[in-house]
C-alpha cells in the first residue's frame, strides 16, 4: 500500500515549480492529481509524463467556476477528493507602499488571497459529505514575518496563515484537515524570474547565501511537507503553519554574545573576578 494510493488531489498551480514537484510526488505515491493551471502547454507535457493518474484542468484560481469546474472535473476522474493544495501564485506588486497602485494590489490579491478562499471553499464543499480531507495552502515566511517580500504578498500570505487556522476551526468536526505551508526562498521559476539574467544555478546560489544551513532549497524540501501534510501521517495536525525555511525566522544565526562560558549566565549573582 502506497502513502496516496485512492487519492485524489486537485494542485492549482501544479504546471510549475513547487506545484509541478508536488505533483509528481504525489503521483510517485500511488495518487492522482489534477493540475489546475493556466499554464495549458506545460501542463498538458507533464500529464504526457506521468500518464493516467494525471490530468489538466485549465484553470484561473481567482474565477470561482473555474476553481469548481477543477474539483469536479477531478471527481469524475479520479474519485471523492481528498487533497486540494491551494499553490498558485505569483509576486505580485513590487516596490514602495508609496507608489503601490490599487490595480496592481487588487491583482496581487485576488490571486494569493481570493484564489486561497475559493479554493478552500470548494474543497471543504467537495469533502464534508464524505468527512475526511486534507486542503493545504502555500503561504509564506512572508506570512509569519515582515520584511521578507513586497508588501502585498506579505498581506496576502499572511491572510492564508489566518484563514487556514479559521477554516480549521470550522471544518475539523467534519473531519477536514486545513493546514498551510511557509517556504523562505525556493530555486522555482518564479524566483529565477526575480533575477535579470534568470539563471537557476544563481537563483540557488543567492538562496544558499541567506540560509542559516548554507544550502538552497529545492521544490523538493516543500513537497515533502506538503504530502504530509496530506497524508495520513499528519492525521492529527490541523490549523498549523508548517515554516520551512531552514531555520530562517527562527532565529537564523547564533549570537555570539553567547558563545563564551561565563559563570554568571549559570549562576545569578556569583560574579567572577569582581
Ligand atoms: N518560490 C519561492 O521562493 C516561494 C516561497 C514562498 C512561497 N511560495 C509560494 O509557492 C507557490 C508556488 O510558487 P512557485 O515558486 O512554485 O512559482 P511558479 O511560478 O513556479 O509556479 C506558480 C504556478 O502558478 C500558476 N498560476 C499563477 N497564477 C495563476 C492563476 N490565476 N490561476 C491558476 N494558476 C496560476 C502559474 O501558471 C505557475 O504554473 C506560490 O503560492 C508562492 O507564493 C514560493
Redesign the pocket.
Known amino acids: 500500500m502506497r502513502r496516496f494510493d485512492k487519492h485524489c488531489v486537485v494542485v ?10 508536488t505533483t509528481r510526488a504525489i503521483v510517485a505515491e500511488g495518487g492522482c492529481v489534477v493540475i ?4 495549458e502547454e ?2 498538458r507535457a507533464l500529464v504526457e509524463e506521468l500518464g493516467a493518474a494525471a490530468a489538466f484542468h485549465h ?4 474565477v470561482e467556476e ?1 476553481v469548481a469546474g477543477a474539483i469536479a472535473f477531478a471527481e469524475k476522474n479520479f474519485g471523492p477528493l481528498t487533497g486540494m493544495v ?6 505580485g506588486a513590487v516596490g514602495s507602499i508609496l507608489d503601490t497602485s490599487l490595480e496592481a494590489y487588487e491583482r496581487t490579491m ?3 488571497s481570493r ?1 486561497v478562499f475559493i479554493g478552500m471553499k470548494h474543497a471543504a464543499r467537495a469533502m464534508k459529505p464524505h468527512g475526511r480531507g486534507a486542503i493545504v495552502s ?5 506570512g509569519v514575518m515582515g520584511g521578507l ?1 513586497p508588501h502585498i ?1 506579505t498581506m496576502a ?1 499572511h491572510g492564508v496563515v489566518g484563514l487556514t487556522k479559521s477554516a480549521s476551526a470550522e471544518l475539523a468536526p467534519s473531519g477536514i484537515r486545513v493546514n498551510a505551508i ?10 529565477n ?1 526575480l533575477r535579470e539574467d534568470g539563471d537557476p544555478a544563481a537563483t540557488a546560489e543567492f ?1 544558499a547565501s541567506t540560509s542559516p544551513l548554507g544550502i538552497p ?1 529545492v ?1 523538493e524540501h ?1 513537497a515533502a511537507g506538503i504530502l504530509f501534510l496530506l497524508s495520513e501521517q499528519s492525521a492529527y495536525v490541523s490549523g498549523h503553519t508548517l515554516v520551512v525555511d531552514g531555520g530562517l525566522t527562527t532565529g537564523g544565526s547564533f549570537s555570539p554574545f553567547f558563545e563564551e562560558p561565563a559563570a554568571t549566565l549559570l549562576h545569578a549573582g556569583q560574579r567572577t573576578g569582581g
Open positions: 492549482t498551480g501544479g504546471a510549475s515549480g513547487i506545484g509541478e514537484c489546475a493551471d493556466l499554464q506545460r501542463g484553470t484561473d484560481v481567482t473555474n491551494n499553490n498558485a501564485g505569483i509576486v485576488a490571486i494569493l484564489g502555500l503561504a509564506s515566511t512572508a517580500g504578498y500570505k511557509a517556504p523562505g526562498g525556493v530555486v522555482t521559476p518564479m524566483t524570474a538562496i532549497c521544490p516543500i
